[in-house]
């Protein structure tokens, strides 16, 4: 569904209670398995990371890809996410430049944030970037006080990092409450945040980047 944000909008698609319980043991499986790795522990907080304890895998997408891990092509709910953001590439007008139906996977990894963690303000893309054109979060892990995602209203795209969430006026923010089965799906380019995790359980999220081809 796509939800008008400022002079532009995200997308959002809840996956099915019934199919989100059905798929949670695998996903809960392969993330236990991802975050255990030595290479994951040992790897101190990503640069977004601020205030609290932050697991992720993003360093590893070449060799734990979680679009491979998690079998997106033949998974339901990899078909379930990976049709969401073909709904949301026409969604957001990607199909009027590029060829949306040539995807390709850019990177994809999953994360971990624990109490008083938050994301400090990002892109996944800039002005001049050539890839990734979209990006998808799924949310697995969903407690009570968990962080939201926090849209932000501003244009410069010159930026890749900008500051934490309270640093910019209410106005300027759109709060988006994760939930377990939600799928986040916005432009690269748009600048957001998270707001701090209150939970003493984690939150746990997927992370999928994908770039269309030109339009021949
Ligand atoms: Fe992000």
Request: hydrophobic fraction near 40%; proline fraction near 5%.
């Amino acid at each position: 569904m796509f939800v008008p944000i400022f002079d532009t909008g995200v997308c959002i698609y809840d996956l099915d209670e019934q199919d989100a319980l059905r798929e949670s043991p695998r996903v809960d499986q392969v993330l236990n398995e991802l975050f255990s790795l030595p290479a994951v522990q040992a790897e101190k907080n990503v640069e977004d990371a601020q205030g609290g304890r932050a697991l992720s895998s993003v360093h590893l997408y070449e060799t734990h890809a979680i679009t491979d891990l998690l079998d997106f092509k033949n998974s339901s709910l990899g078909v379930w996410i990976l049709k969401s953001m073909f709904d949301a590439a026409l969604q957001l007008g990607f199909n009027e430049t590029r060829d949306i139906r040539k995807f390709k996977f850019h990177r994809s990894w999953a994360n971990k944030m624990y109490k008083n963690c938050d994301a400090i303000a990002h892109r996944h893309a800039l002005g001049t970037s050539v890839i990734p054109h979209l990006v998808a979060i799924y949310y697995h892990e969903v407690p009570e006080a968990s962080a939201d995602l926090i849209f932000i209203d501003d244009k410069n795209d010159s930026e890749m990092r900008g500051g934490r969430y309270f640093e910019y006026p209410a106005e300027k923010q759109f709060r988006v409450s994760p939930k377990a089965g939600r799928l986040v799906c916005h432009d690269a380019k748009f600048l957001h945040a998270t707001s701090v995790h209150e939970s003493e359980s984690p939150r746990t999220c997927l992370i999928v980047e994908v770039g269309f081809p030109p339009l021949p």
